[in-house]
Protein backbone atom coordinates (compact mmCIF):
# COMPACT_ATOMS: atom_id res chain seq x y z
CA UNK A 1 0.00 0.00 0.00
CA UNK A 2 1.10 3.25 -0.88
CA UNK A 3 1.97 5.74 2.06
CA UNK A 4 -0.14 7.68 3.94
CA UNK A 5 0.64 10.68 5.85
CA UNK A 6 0.47 10.61 9.99
CA UNK A 7 -3.00 12.20 9.72
CA UNK A 8 -4.05 9.97 7.74
CA UNK A 9 -3.20 6.97 9.92
CA UNK A 10 -5.07 8.78 12.37
CA UNK A 11 -8.21 9.12 10.69
CA UNK A 12 -8.36 5.41 9.83
CA UNK A 13 -7.25 4.29 13.35
CA UNK A 14 -9.94 6.33 14.69
CA UNK A 15 -12.49 4.36 12.76
CA UNK A 16 -11.10 1.30 14.76
CA UNK A 17 -10.24 -0.23 11.13
CA UNK A 18 -6.68 -2.23 11.53
CA UNK A 19 -4.31 -3.56 9.29
CA UNK A 20 -2.60 -6.69 9.94
CA UNK A 21 0.99 -5.18 8.91
CA UNK A 22 1.97 -1.54 9.60
CA UNK A 23 4.95 -0.34 7.93
CA UNK A 24 6.29 2.79 10.25
CA UNK A 25 8.88 4.65 8.52
CA UNK A 26 10.57 8.29 8.85
CA UNK A 27 13.03 10.11 10.28
CA UNK A 28 10.91 11.05 13.19
CA UNK A 29 11.25 9.08 16.13
CA UNK A 30 8.94 10.56 18.16
CA UNK A 31 5.97 10.40 15.26
CA UNK A 32 7.33 6.48 14.49
CA UNK A 33 6.54 5.81 18.55
CA UNK A 34 3.16 7.61 18.60
CA UNK A 35 2.23 6.01 16.13
CA UNK A 36 2.91 2.12 17.68
CA UNK A 37 1.25 3.50 21.03
CA UNK A 38 -2.23 4.70 19.25
CA UNK A 39 -1.97 0.66 17.45
CA UNK A 40 -1.31 -0.52 20.57
CA UNK A 41 -3.87 1.80 22.44
CA UNK A 42 -6.51 0.33 19.61
CA UNK A 43 -5.80 -3.20 19.98
CA UNK A 44 -5.84 -3.09 23.84
CA UNK A 45 -3.92 -6.08 24.10
CA UNK A 46 -1.70 -7.22 27.44
CA UNK A 47 1.84 -8.48 27.75
CA UNK A 48 1.02 -12.01 27.20
CA UNK A 49 -0.22 -11.50 23.57
CA UNK A 50 2.31 -8.47 22.35
CA UNK A 51 6.33 -9.05 21.79
CA UNK A 52 8.67 -6.92 20.62
CA UNK A 53 11.78 -7.67 18.40
CA UNK A 54 15.21 -5.75 17.73
CA UNK A 55 16.19 -6.55 13.80
CA UNK A 56 19.73 -6.51 14.98
CA UNK A 57 19.70 -9.19 17.42
CA UNK A 58 16.79 -11.13 16.41
CA UNK A 59 16.35 -13.94 14.07
CA UNK A 60 13.70 -13.70 11.26
CA UNK A 61 12.60 -17.29 12.10
CA UNK A 62 11.70 -16.02 15.62
CA UNK A 63 10.00 -13.27 14.59
CA UNK A 64 7.68 -15.22 12.12
CA UNK A 65 7.08 -17.56 14.79
CA UNK A 66 5.56 -14.91 17.11
CA UNK A 67 3.20 -13.45 14.15
CA UNK A 68 1.60 -16.64 13.40
CA UNK A 69 1.41 -17.57 17.49
CA UNK A 70 -2.02 -17.27 18.24
CA UNK A 71 -3.78 -15.08 20.77
CA UNK A 72 -4.73 -16.43 24.23
CA UNK A 73 -7.81 -14.98 25.55
CA UNK A 74 -7.79 -11.68 22.69
CA UNK A 75 -8.64 -11.45 19.35
CA UNK A 76 -5.00 -10.65 18.14
CA UNK A 77 -1.50 -10.50 19.43
CA UNK A 78 0.70 -7.53 18.78
CA UNK A 79 4.16 -8.22 17.55
CA UNK A 80 7.12 -5.09 17.03
CA UNK A 81 9.98 -5.04 14.85
CA UNK A 82 12.46 -2.05 15.80
CA UNK A 83 15.16 -0.70 13.83
CA UNK A 84 14.14 -2.27 10.66
CA UNK A 85 16.51 -0.85 8.58
CA UNK A 86 19.15 -3.13 10.43
CA UNK A 87 17.28 -6.55 9.25
CA UNK A 88 19.78 -8.82 7.97
CA UNK A 89 19.59 -10.42 4.18
CA UNK A 90 18.51 -14.01 5.87
CA UNK A 91 15.89 -12.47 8.33
CA UNK A 92 14.57 -9.82 5.58
CA UNK A 93 13.75 -12.79 3.34
CA UNK A 94 12.71 -15.12 6.40
CA UNK A 95 9.82 -12.30 7.16
CA UNK A 96 8.75 -11.28 3.60
CA UNK A 97 6.15 -13.92 3.59
CA UNK A 98 4.64 -12.50 7.02
CA UNK A 99 4.15 -9.38 4.71
CA UNK A 100 3.12 -10.48 1.86
CA UNK A 101 0.79 -13.37 2.96
CA UNK A 102 -0.19 -11.76 6.98
CA UNK A 103 -1.76 -13.42 9.57
CA UNK A 104 -5.56 -11.70 10.56
CA UNK A 105 -4.90 -12.72 14.49
CA UNK A 106 -1.79 -11.07 14.90
CA UNK A 107 -0.53 -7.19 14.33
CA UNK A 108 2.50 -6.86 13.17
CA UNK A 109 4.17 -3.70 13.19
CA UNK A 110 7.27 -2.17 11.84
CA UNK A 111 9.34 0.50 12.88
CA UNK A 112 11.92 1.90 9.96
CA UNK A 113 13.88 5.26 11.57
CA UNK A 114 14.87 6.43 8.13
CA UNK A 115 14.20 8.72 5.62
CA UNK A 116 11.95 6.82 2.86
CA UNK A 117 13.73 8.07 0.15
CA UNK A 118 16.91 7.10 1.32
CA UNK A 119 19.14 6.22 -1.35
CA UNK A 120 21.88 5.42 1.16
CA UNK A 121 19.54 2.75 2.78
CA UNK A 122 20.63 -0.49 2.90
CA UNK A 123 17.34 -2.00 3.25
CA UNK A 124 15.47 -0.01 0.62
CA UNK A 125 13.89 -3.61 -0.29
CA UNK A 126 11.99 -3.73 2.64
CA UNK A 127 10.45 -0.17 2.07
CA UNK A 128 9.64 -1.80 -1.46
CA UNK A 129 8.07 -4.93 -0.41
CA UNK A 130 6.01 -3.08 2.40
CA UNK A 131 4.81 -0.46 -0.25
CA UNK A 132 3.66 -3.26 -2.54
CA UNK A 133 1.46 -5.40 -0.32
CA UNK A 134 -1.62 -5.06 -0.05
CA UNK A 135 -2.39 -5.76 3.59
CA UNK A 136 0.57 -3.63 4.81
CA UNK A 137 -0.59 0.12 6.27
CA UNK A 138 2.12 2.06 5.23
CA UNK A 139 3.03 5.54 7.23
CA UNK A 140 5.59 8.24 6.27
CA UNK A 141 6.99 9.56 9.60
CA UNK A 142 9.30 12.56 8.17
CA UNK A 143 10.31 15.47 9.92
CA UNK A 144 7.70 18.43 10.21
CA UNK A 145 7.53 21.62 8.71
CA UNK A 146 6.91 24.46 10.98
CA UNK A 147 3.17 24.62 9.67
CA UNK A 148 2.72 21.03 10.68
CA UNK A 149 4.21 21.35 13.71
CA UNK A 150 2.02 24.50 14.43
CA UNK A 151 -0.89 22.05 13.67
CA UNK A 152 0.53 19.17 16.02
CA UNK A 153 0.44 21.42 18.67
CA UNK A 154 -3.02 22.57 18.09
CA UNK A 155 -4.26 19.34 17.59
CA UNK A 156 -2.58 17.53 20.78
CA UNK A 157 -4.12 20.13 22.74
CA UNK A 158 -7.66 19.95 21.87
CA UNK A 159 -6.90 16.12 22.06
CA UNK A 160 -6.75 17.02 26.00
CA UNK A 161 -9.81 19.27 26.08
CA UNK A 162 -8.02 22.92 25.49
CA UNK A 163 -7.44 25.71 23.48
CA UNK A 164 -4.47 27.31 22.43
CA UNK A 165 -3.84 30.28 20.14
CA UNK A 166 -1.63 30.64 17.37
CA UNK A 167 0.48 33.44 19.29
CA UNK A 168 1.22 30.92 21.66
CA UNK A 169 2.07 28.26 19.62
CA UNK A 170 4.47 30.58 17.97
CA UNK A 171 5.78 31.38 21.44
CA UNK A 172 6.39 27.52 22.15
CA UNK A 173 7.87 27.15 18.76
CA UNK A 174 10.15 29.93 19.40
CA UNK A 175 11.29 28.32 22.67
CA UNK A 176 11.42 24.61 21.93
CA UNK A 177 12.26 24.55 18.52
CA UNK A 178 10.54 21.99 16.18
CA UNK A 179 11.32 18.89 17.67
CA UNK A 180 8.22 16.96 18.38
CA UNK A 181 9.75 14.80 21.75
CA UNK A 182 10.31 18.36 23.24
CA UNK A 183 7.46 20.14 22.46
CA UNK A 184 5.17 17.49 23.44
CA UNK A 185 7.07 17.41 27.02
CA UNK A 186 5.76 21.14 26.61
CA UNK A 187 2.14 19.95 26.22
CA UNK A 188 1.94 17.79 28.85
CA UNK A 189 3.43 20.08 31.24
CA UNK A 190 1.40 22.57 30.55
CA UNK A 191 -1.93 20.58 30.19
CA UNK A 192 -0.95 19.20 34.24
CA UNK A 193 -0.62 22.36 34.94
CA UNK A 194 -3.89 23.74 34.06
CA UNK A 195 -6.04 20.81 35.53
CA UNK A 196 -9.41 19.67 33.99
CA UNK A 197 -11.01 23.42 34.72
CA UNK A 198 -9.38 25.54 32.70
CA UNK A 199 -9.29 25.06 28.95
CA UNK A 200 -7.65 27.95 27.11
CA UNK A 201 -3.64 28.03 27.42
CA UNK A 202 -2.51 31.60 27.46
CA UNK A 203 1.09 33.43 27.44
CA UNK A 204 1.67 33.55 30.88
CA UNK A 205 0.41 30.00 31.77
CA UNK A 206 3.43 28.95 29.20
CA UNK A 207 6.22 31.20 30.83
CA UNK A 208 4.89 29.51 34.28
CA UNK A 209 5.28 26.20 33.45
CA UNK A 210 7.51 26.20 30.80
CA UNK A 211 10.73 27.87 33.60
CA UNK A 212 12.01 31.00 33.33
CA UNK A 213 14.94 30.90 30.69
CA UNK A 214 16.39 33.74 29.41
CA UNK A 215 15.01 33.23 26.17
CA UNK A 216 11.50 32.95 26.66
CA UNK A 217 11.43 35.78 28.72
CA UNK A 218 12.95 38.77 26.63
CA UNK A 219 10.25 37.55 24.22
CA UNK A 220 7.41 37.89 26.44
CA UNK A 221 8.84 41.49 27.67
CA UNK A 222 9.25 42.57 24.57
CA UNK A 223 5.67 41.24 23.17
CA UNK A 224 4.39 42.59 26.72
CA UNK A 225 6.47 46.71 25.89
CA UNK A 226 4.94 46.17 22.62
CA UNK A 227 1.54 45.52 23.85
CA UNK A 228 1.50 47.60 26.07
CA UNK A 229 1.00 45.14 29.11
CA UNK A 230 2.39 47.19 31.89
CA UNK A 231 1.46 44.61 34.09
CA UNK A 232 2.81 41.36 32.71
CA UNK A 233 6.12 43.55 31.92
CA UNK A 234 6.41 44.16 35.32
CA UNK A 235 5.92 40.35 36.18
CA UNK A 236 8.34 39.42 33.18
CA UNK A 237 11.14 41.97 34.72
CA UNK A 238 9.95 41.03 38.62
CA UNK A 239 10.98 37.04 37.57
CA UNK A 240 14.31 37.89 35.44
CA UNK A 241 15.73 40.03 37.84
CA UNK A 242 14.88 37.79 40.38
CA UNK A 243 16.75 34.86 38.32
CA UNK A 244 19.93 37.28 37.83
CA UNK A 245 19.55 39.43 35.31
CA UNK A 246 21.03 42.61 34.95
CA UNK A 247 19.41 45.50 34.38
CA UNK A 248 21.41 46.29 31.16
CA UNK A 249 20.42 43.55 29.62
CA UNK A 250 16.82 44.31 30.00
CA UNK A 251 17.63 47.74 28.89
CA UNK A 252 19.06 45.90 26.26
CA UNK A 253 15.88 44.32 25.01
CA UNK A 254 13.74 46.96 26.34
CA UNK A 255 15.53 49.24 23.27
CA UNK A 256 15.16 46.92 21.01
CA UNK A 257 11.62 46.80 20.44
CA UNK A 258 11.00 50.70 21.28
CA UNK A 259 13.46 51.18 18.66
CA UNK A 260 11.67 48.72 16.16
CA UNK A 261 8.21 50.31 17.43
CA UNK A 262 9.78 53.40 16.41
CA UNK A 263 11.35 53.05 12.96
CA UNK A 264 7.97 51.17 11.38
CA UNK A 265 6.12 54.42 12.72
CA UNK A 266 8.53 56.84 11.50
CA UNK A 267 8.35 54.91 7.67
CA UNK A 268 4.54 54.67 7.63
CA UNK A 269 3.80 58.54 9.14
CA UNK A 270 7.37 60.57 8.23
CA UNK A 271 8.24 58.99 4.60
CA UNK A 272 4.57 57.74 3.41
CA UNK A 273 5.87 53.69 3.73
CA UNK A 274 2.14 51.42 3.80
CA UNK A 275 2.27 49.09 7.18
CA UNK A 276 3.28 46.02 5.07
CA UNK A 277 6.12 47.47 3.27
CA UNK A 278 6.95 49.01 7.33
CA UNK A 279 6.75 45.73 8.87
CA UNK A 280 8.51 44.06 6.05
CA UNK A 281 11.25 46.50 6.51
CA UNK A 282 11.63 45.41 9.69
CA UNK A 283 11.17 41.97 9.51
CA UNK A 284 8.15 41.17 10.84
CA UNK A 285 7.40 37.83 9.72
CA UNK A 286 3.93 37.87 7.82
CA UNK A 287 1.89 35.53 10.66
CA UNK A 288 2.68 38.20 13.04
CA UNK A 289 1.96 41.93 11.01
CA UNK A 290 -1.67 41.86 11.86
CA UNK A 291 -0.66 41.40 15.54
CA UNK A 292 2.14 43.80 15.41
CA UNK A 293 -0.17 46.19 13.22
CA UNK A 294 -2.66 46.50 16.16
CA UNK A 295 0.39 46.93 18.61
CA UNK A 296 1.87 49.47 16.84
CA UNK A 297 -1.20 51.96 16.68
CA UNK A 298 -1.30 52.00 20.38
CA UNK A 299 1.57 54.41 19.99
CA UNK A 300 2.40 57.47 18.99
CA UNK A 301 5.06 58.89 16.91
CA UNK A 302 5.96 61.41 19.57
CA UNK A 303 5.41 58.64 22.20
CA UNK A 304 8.09 56.76 20.68
CA UNK A 305 10.52 59.65 20.27
CA UNK A 306 10.28 60.30 23.73
CA UNK A 307 10.34 56.73 25.00
CA UNK A 308 14.18 56.88 23.38
CA UNK A 309 14.96 59.61 25.23
CA UNK A 310 13.95 58.20 28.32
CA UNK A 311 15.83 55.03 27.14
CA UNK A 312 19.01 56.95 27.32
CA UNK A 313 18.35 58.40 30.72
CA UNK A 314 17.69 55.17 32.11
CA UNK A 315 20.90 53.84 30.71
CA UNK A 316 22.88 56.97 32.18
CA UNK A 317 21.64 56.23 35.76
CA UNK A 318 22.31 52.40 35.59
CA UNK A 319 25.59 52.97 34.22
CA UNK A 320 26.46 55.80 37.15
CA UNK A 321 25.11 54.00 39.66
CA UNK A 322 22.51 56.57 40.34
CA UNK A 323 19.23 54.33 41.17
CA UNK A 324 19.20 50.66 41.82
CA UNK A 325 18.31 48.66 38.42
CA UNK A 326 15.02 47.50 39.02
CA UNK A 327 13.69 50.69 40.02
CA UNK A 328 15.63 51.97 36.45
CA UNK A 329 13.87 49.43 34.44
CA UNK A 330 10.70 49.63 36.04
CA UNK A 331 10.24 53.11 35.62
CA UNK A 332 11.29 53.21 32.01
CA UNK A 333 8.27 50.60 31.13
CA UNK A 334 5.96 52.85 32.88
CA UNK A 335 6.97 55.56 31.29
CA UNK A 336 6.82 53.42 27.91
CA UNK A 337 3.41 51.68 28.64
CA UNK A 338 1.82 54.96 29.98
Known sequence: MKFSTVYMFKKTLSSKKLYPVYFLAGEETFLLEDCLKKIEKTLNTDDLNKEVFQASEAKGSDICNAVETLPFLTD??????????????DDF?????????????????ILFPEKIKNSASKRKDLISLCESAEKCFCVDCKKMYE??????????????????????????????????Q???????????????????????DFVKISGFTKEINIFMLTNAVEEKNLKY?????????????????LLSSISSAVR???TAKSLMEEKGYSS?????????FSFFQDKYYENLRRYSLAHLKRCMAEILKTDVALKTGKTDEKSAVENLVLFICK
Open 76 to 89: KRLVVLKQSNKLKN
Open 93 to 109: KKITRIIENPVDTSCFV
Open 147 to 180: KDVRNFIQEEFAARGKSIGYEVIGQIINDTGLDL
Open 182 to 204: NIACEIEKISLYLGKDKTEVTAE
Open 233 to 249: ALFIIEKMMQAGEKGIA
Open 260 to 262: KLL
Open 276 to 284: QDALNYIRV
